[in-house]
């Protein structure tokens, strides 16, 4: 089946340092990708759409020089949390939809990585 | 985006089915109706979608009301495996995006 990872699957940073966080498709290609975030006992909520070879499309509310997303494969997708603070610590998630067979039917996620800001 | 209403949460016990329910009063005719779950500290996955008719996977049964105002997620036979968050969510056709609500956490009793 589809495979989506993420590297790394936690981290703990310094406030103000930035952090990346890597999304990779392992066996199928997506030109499309999309970052979540979750607080605890929350639910996902959508950050931005990844777009390979195009600039990523940000929700509303959620800054864009904050969190920088670079599609540079139809494998790779990663986001940069700029300058973290304490209140970005969360779960990002990020999901995948394979190019073949052209379905939007189901985006496969990756195991999301726990980013914890002191 | 169109709203799903789902209870917050659930519980069932081993070996029993389990009836799913969501509410989509404001769905139009085009949005198609996904289910994903989500495991503790994990991404969601994808269990099972539709538009109109009902739908039958290996993992559960998809029933859609004759007016799509509602569906219910059917786990025929829940294991503690099967304990998760369950969200309900509507895609507009064409459209790639999934837009997650509150979702129903589901517990198991063994």
């Known amino acids: 089946g589809a495979v989506v990872s993420q590297h790394p699957s936690r981290v703990i940073c310094k406030s103000g340092t930035s952090v990346k966080i890597e999304c990779r498709s392992l066996d199928f290609q997506a030109t499309t990708m999309f970052w979540y975030r979750q607080f605890p006992k929350k639910s996902l909520m959508l950050m931005a759409t990844s777009n390979e070879g195009s600039k990523a499309t940000y929700e509303q509310g959620v800054e864009k020089d904050k969190f920088l997303i670079n599609h540079a494969s139809l494998t790779l997708s990663t986001l940069t949390v700029t300058s973290a603070h304490p209140e970005d610590s969360s779960f990002y998630i990020c999901?995948?939809?394979?190019?073949?067979?052209?379905?939007?039917?189901?985006?496969?996620f990756g195991p999301g990585t726990r980013l914890t800001v002191l | 985006d169109a709203k799903t209403t789902q209870p917050n949460s659930m519980e069932s016990n081993e070996e029993e089915p389990v009836h799913l329910p969501c509410n989509h009063s404001t769905i139009s005719g085009t949005d198609y109706i996904h289910w994903y779950r989500q495991l503790p500290s994990q991404g969601p996955e994808y269990v099972i979608h539709?538009?109109?008719s009902n739908v039958n996977n290996r993992m559960a049964s998809l029933a859609i009301a004759e007016d799509r105002k509602s569906s219910t997620l059917i786990l025929h036979r829940a294991t503690l495996r099967d304990a998760a968050v369950y969200y309900c969510?509507?895609?507009?056709?064409?459209?790639?995006?999934?837009?997650f609500g509150q979702g129903t956490r589901l517990t198991i009793n063994p």
């Open positions: 999901s995948a939809i394979p190019i073949a067979g052209g379905s939007y039917n189901e985006q496969f």
């Open positions: 539709g538009l109109t």
């Open positions: 969510i509507l895609r507009v056709q064409g459209a790639q995006k999934l837009v």
